[in-house]
Antibody, heavy 125, light 110 residues
């Protein structure tokens, strides 16, 4: 059974860097895309970006200048760093696996099939 | 403001059929598959529908998805109290080159 678990500080000061890690169990890290998604209070889900097991990354243009997603395949983990945070970055942060259902998909058809339960990050001094 | 537009809320009574709409545009829904997720507070979002109308194993056939042009719908038939949750649509946006979501719809079972 594939499981994802987010971890990291629940409180970050304004202008500092938010750092989260997602630990994957029950699945190989290879051949999948690994995404970060967030949901601000009262708002819809917002895709932050993904990393492919090869190391290729893609980010939401609205966050691209502040985001870095990296991976540690030896630990089956991938991480999110969001720099220069403000109160607007307060949200529930999820990690998710991007999966191809028929074995041969273009990158935009790797859909998010398994998600973590999310971790709340509050930006406040 | 979410890229995809969903009604904030829908409601129904047990046994009824309800639908949740998701409106987009030419670079997102019209060009790519649509996915639907179910969310309960404190739980991981659950994939309900993938590639417009496919159900993952374990998802009851009471849940069905459809797409036409720039819009998509999730239908829930034989409504049950445990279906009360938040539902979100998602698709790939070619212009943004990334995933976009709807604002979410809260389903209330009266």
């Amino acid at each position: 059974q594939v499981q994802l678990q987010e971890s990291g500080p629940g409180l970050v000061k304004p202008s500092e860097t938010l750092s989260l890690t997602c630990t994957v169990s029950g699945a190989s890290f290879s051949s999948h895309y690994w995404s970060w998604i967030r949901q601000a209070p009262g708002r819809g889900l917002e895709w932050i970006g993904y990393i492919y097991y090869s190391g290729t990354t893609k980010y939401n243009p609205t966050l691209r200048s502040r985001v870095t997603i990296s991976q540690d395949t030896s630990k089956n983990q991938f991480s999110l760093k969001l720099r220069s945070v403000t109160a607007a970055d307060t949200a529930l942060y999820y990690c998710a696996r991007g999966y191809c259902s028929d074995g041969r998909c273009p990158y935009y058809e790797y859909y998010m099939d398994v998600w973590g339960r999310g971790t709340t990050v509050t930006v406040s001094s | 403001q979410s890229v995809l537009t969903q009604p904030p809320s829908v409601s129904g009574t047990p046994g009824q059929r309800v639908t949740i709409s998701c409106f987009g545009g030419g670079s997102d829904i019209a060009s790519n598959y649509v996915y639907w997720y179910q969310q309960f507070p404190g739980a991981a979002p659950k994939l309900l529908i993938y590639k417009n109308n496919q159900r993952p194993s374990g998802v009851p056939d009471r849940f069905s998805g459809s797409k036409s042009g720039t819009s998509a719908s999730l239908a829930i038939s034989g409504l049950r109290s445990e279906d009360a949750a938040d539902y979100s649509c998602a698709t790939w946006d070619d212009d943004m080159s990334g995933w976009v979501f709807g604002g979410g719809t809260r389903l209330t079972v009266l």
